[in-house]
Every structure is written in C-alpha cells, then in structure tokens.
C-alpha cells in the first residue's frame, strides 16, 4: 500500500513560517511527480506547487516569492517551507504522488492524508 506521510503542520500568526514534510516510499519518490496542493473551506483543491522530472519548479501565483518547495532524495522526503504565512493560506495541505510533469512510470496517483495549517491575524 503506498503511503504518503505529511507532518509539520499547525497553526501560526500571520507573518510566520511553517514546514511541511512528506514522505513516501523510495520507489514511489524516484517514479512519480511529487506536488503540493491545498484546500481551503469552501473551495476548491489546488496546485500550490511540483517540481518537474527535469528541475523545473512551479508555484501557484499566491504563494510564489513566500513557498519553496525541495526534495531529500536520501530520506525520500519531500518539502515544502512557508514563509510569510497570510490568513488566506490557511487550509490542508497534501502531498501528492502521479504522473505527469515529466514523469511516465507512477503506478497510480496518490494522496496524503493531509496536514492543517491555520493561520491567524
């Protein structure tokens, strides 16, 4: 069963940082495209961030210049670090694991079980 393990969420005042983890098997993390996406209550899901097989690295335009968005390929470990966190940031955030992006071999798309971040004024 493949697992995707988020940590390193919580809640924070506006202006502060927060990073969030996910880990996955070695498999799943050397054959599948790894993104971040969150939800917000009452929206829709969306792509905050992913990293392309070539490097190429994406971020939606909210976040950009605030998130950054890495990998530890030894600890099959992906990151996202938050900075200058805003209100309107507060939602869960999942990892997630699929084709695409450069990426042919993932055996299916798969999800974290997300992690809340709250952040208050």
């Known amino acids: 069963q493949v697992q995707l393990v988020e940590s390193g969420g919580g809640s924070v005042q506006a202006g502060g940082s927060l990073k969030l983890s996910c880990a996955a098997s070695g498999y799943i993390f050397k054959t599948c495209g790894m993104h971040w996406y969150r939800q917000a209550p009452g929206k829709e899901r969306e792509l905050v961030s992913n990293?392309?097989?070539?490097?190429?690295?994406s971020y939606a335009d909210s976040v950009k210049g605030r998130f950054t968005i890495s990998q530890d390929n030894t600890k099959n470990t992906l990151y996202l670090q938050m900075n200058s966190l805003k209100t309107e940031d507060t939602a869960v955030y999942y990892c997630?694991?699929?084709?695409?992006?450069?990426?042919?071999?993932?055996?299916?798309?798969?999800w974290g079980q997300g992690t809340q971040v709250t952040v208050s004024s």
């Open positions: 990293m392309r097989s070539d490097g190429t690295i």
């Open positions: 997630t694991a699929r084709n695409g992006d450069g990426y042919y071999f993932c055996p299916g798309t798969f």
